[in-house]
């Protein structure tokens, strides 16, 4: 079941169009990555899931129906372009900015005494923010942005400005908040947290969305039957062996081992090949290179770019 | 509490404790009782710097006259602040050949072909700083005067029949609308107070205005607003930051008022004897000089001061009692409110269109002309509240809050006061309907020098 849909989203802005019919379902309980590169449209669709601005066309749904209003309280949102009052105290701050998403004072009070504890952050509740470091303002940050555990919570480009001791806190807590039931979506150029975190993913590109699914899926489709032979033996023996059912793309020795990348011709299956080899050297590795997220994302927003 | 009360409780808490505000609230009617005295003080402290002006006289055939022919000895009398010399057979360029060395401020010609002149004369004064302009009228006054009764003198006019010729005419202003009562007429402190009134808004809009436009700056560069507009609209954030800061400068105004009555009671208490103090209680309108009059003989020469400020402070009372008060207070909230948001909303939409300070005077000049001219034109209404200049300025929106104050202690007609009030509701809705558009895309635009035509667009989004 979706918790969020936002369905054929166009938005134009008086020189450019931002968002061109682009369709993101995520699913409850997923973490869903939104990438694309620079000026793609990604901070545009954030916004307008958090209703700052308006859809030219299109429809947005929150748990099954029309997304309204009222649905800001059980979003939490972490813009790109963040930050907080300077001169206002850390407290009374983190208590109206809960306020403001429709927590009662006494409620806010008790689940921040919670998060100061765990970030063991209690001793700047009266200081104000402009005495903090950046990485403490990042913390403050992050509390007020989960505070009211929201049910979708939207993060763009998160890890990009923070540290990155704040940045791996970061990553656990959204771990934490998936395994309690929430739903995130963060928009990202760092692929290794891609791999490391999301389920789905809809790649944005000038504007239109050129892939999109699940990660593992994504991988599944966009692997070019590589794969990596370890062994000990005679190198020459094997590359005869493998000689007219595959081609040798890379070689390397490391120690004792032999390393030898094939991409493998279409009808033969890993199976086959290691057959082929297992005669004439001791294997001691054999495995499928599935392409990183990293070489996904450059793939395809290239050969888009190239059209 | 709902959002928009929770952004007017901010804005107005966190500016309520700043030292800075209660510094200003206490200051703050020191400074203009300051405003108001000090230009007086200052011309004070410049005249009594002595001006020696030396006075030469020429006789019927422009030769120098000797000590006994001397015919304007004395003509111009000495003032605290000026010395008039009368030489005797001193020859004019011989004096003034002396510039250097001579210790004369000026030198005073006078030639006796004077008397006999009628119509327009002339007479030469060489100076060497300009002469004030009360100095001016000083000298041509007296010797105007001096040749006045010179010449009734030679018509064998005795100067007793000169003396009784003088009348001095004070012109007594009654309002026609209360007779028979004869009050006395109260238009001094009328003007007093649309003038500190209209001055207050123009101040207080400025003031608070540019807080609004800096406190939408600042939520622009320290990058809060994107948090803060994912949980409320940014209409209800820009006239959240309007209200809260409209709230506070109301609560300097009461701060003030409070302050303003509790000093002039002390005041009162001070230059008011206990005798005063009696007369002054029942203040009967039309005797209200004869009283100060029966009093002022048999009071000890030191206490006339007392007794002259507590006839000021009487006659301020009673003059009082003839404006209405709770129309006037009541105008200078309705007019500071509609004024403030109505430039309050203009000066949001420029804080949020620019990135920094600097960016900001360009926009500014169109927001300070009005108010500016606004300014001026109750300066003028002062004198004439029922003018044409003063009734037209006082309707047009853009100036109403401030011209309308200097004329409300006077009776303006109901249908002014309405259509002025009309029009400013309307255009302080349309400014921040217009300025709400402008934020909204503002806000979120950064590191974008912004045109005029760039603004145009972001009203038609």
């Known amino acids: 079941m979706y918790l969020f849909t936002a369905s054929k989203i166009v938005k134009q802005f008086s020189d450019h169009l931002a968002l061109d019919h682009v369709t993101i379902n995520v699913p409850e309980g997923s973490i869903y990555g939104l990438l694309g590169p620079n000026g793609a449209g990604k901070t545009t669709l954030l916004r307008i899931i958090n209703q700052i601005t308006a859809p030219d066309e299109g429809e947005l749904f929150f748990s099954g129906r029309t997304l309204n209003p009222g649905d800001l309280a059980s979003i939490g949102y972490l813009p ?133 699914g699940g990660v593992h899926d994504i991988k599944m489709n966009n692997k070019s039957n590589l794969f990596e032979i370890g062994f000990t033996g005679d190198p020459a023996r094997v590359y005869e062996k493998l000689d007219g059912h595959c081609q040798v793309v890379d070689r390397h020795a490391e120690r004792a081992s032999q390393y030898v990348k094939i991409k493998a011709d279409k009808n033969v299956s890993a199976n086959d090949m290691l057959s082929l080899v297992l005669p004439v050297a001791e294997v001691t590795s054999f495995n499928e290179v599935i392409p990183t997220m990293n070489e996904i994302f450059i793939k395809v927003v290239e050969a888009q770019n190239q059209r | 509490m709902n959002k928009i009360g929770l952004i007017i409780w901010r804005e107005y808490l966190t500016r309520v404790r700043k030292k800075s505000f209660i510094i200003m609230t206490f200051l703050g009617p020191v400074l203009f009782a300051a405003l108001i005295v000090l230009p007086g003080w200052l011309t004070q402290v410049e005249d009594r710097e002595v001006q020696e002006i030396a006075v030469v006289e020429y006789d019927a055939n422009n030769q120098p006259v000797p000590d006994s022919l001397q015919f304007f000895r004395d003509v111009v009398p000495d003032r605290e602040n000026m010395k008039f010399i009368y030489l005797h057979n001193a020859v004019l360029p011989e004096i003034l050949k002396t510039y250097e060395a001579a210790n004369y401020d000026g030198v005073l010609f006078l030639p006796q072909s004077l008397i ?34 010179n010449k009734l003198i030679t018509k064998n006019i005795s100067s007793e029949m000169i003396e009784a010729l003088e009348t001095n005419i004070n012109l007594n ?93 002390a005041a009162q208490q001070i230059f008011l004897p206990a005798t005063i103090a009696q007369v002054t209680q029942q203040p009967a309108p039309s005797d209200i000089m004869n009283s100060a009059a029966d009093f002022e003989p048999t009071a000890p020469a030191a206490t006339t001061g007392k007794a002259q400020a507590a006839e000021m402070f009487s006659d301020i009372r009673q003059q009082l009692g003839q404006v209405n008060i709770a129309l006037v207070i009541g ?35 169109p927001i300070t002309i009005p108010l500016i001219l606004g300014l001026f034109v109750m300066i003028n209404s002062f004198v004439n509240p029922m003018g044409k200049l003063a009734i037209w300025f006082s309707i047009i929106p853009l100036t109403s809050p401030i011209v309308m104050m200097a004329r409300i202690p006077f009776e303006v007609p109901a249908i002014q006061i309405l259509a002025s009030a009309v029009l400013l509701i309307l255009t302080f809705l349309a400014t921040t309907w217009l300025a709400a558009k402008i934020y909204r895309t503002g806000i979120l635009m950064y590191g974008k020098k912004v045109s005029y035509r760039e603004l145009w667009k972001w009203m038609k989004y």
């Open chain 2, 116 to 149: 006999s002149a009628g119509g327009r004369a002339s007479v030469e004064f060489y100076y060497r700083k300009t002469p004030s302009m009360g100095m001016e009228e000083h000298i041509s006054s007296s010797i105007e005067k001096f040749l006045f009764s």
């Open chain 2, 331 to 365: 105008a200078f909230l309705f007019y500071f409110l509609g004024g403030y948001i109505l430039y309050g909303a203009l000066f949001a939409a420029i804080g949020a269109a620019v990135d920094n300070e600097t960016d900001t005077q360009q926009f500014m000049l």
């Open chain 1, 80 to 212: 790109e372009e963040r930050g907080l009052y300077k001169k206002m105290k850390v407290g009374e701050q983190a208590l109206y900015l809960a306020q403001l998403k429709g927590m009662s004072k006494a409620d806010a009070m008790v689940k921040l005494k919670h998060w100061f504890t765990k970030f063991e952050i209690q001793a700047w509740w009266n200081k104000k923010v402009e005495e903090l470091s950046k990485g403490m303002q990042q913390k403050v940050q992050f509390v007020t942005t989960i505070l009211h555990e929201p049910k979708l919570l939207i993060f763009d480009e998160p890890f990009s400005g923070f540290d990155p001791i704040n940045a791996s806190l970061l990553k656990n807590e959204i771990l934490e908040m998936k395994k309690a039931g929430a739903t995130i979506i963060f928009s990202t150029h760092d692929m290794g947290s891609v791999e490391e975190l999301c389920d789905y993913i809809t790649l944005i590109n000038k504007s239109r969305t050129i892939l999109e």
């Open chain 2, 173 to 265: 202003r009654i309002n026609w609308k209360n007779w028979p009562d004869k009050q006395a007429d109260a238009t001094d402190v009328k003007r007093g107070l649309g003038y500190v009134g209209g001055f207050l808004i123009y101040i207080f809009i400025f003031m608070y205005g540019a807080q609004v436009m800096r406190g939408v700056m600042e939520e622009k560069t320290s990058r809060i607003v994107e948090v803060i507009i994912s949980s409320v609209t940014p209409f209800q954030l820009m006239m959240g930051k309007i209200i809260g800061i409209a709230l506070i400068g109301l609560t300097q105004f009461v701060a003030w008022l409070i302050l303003t009555v509790g000093i002039s009671a």
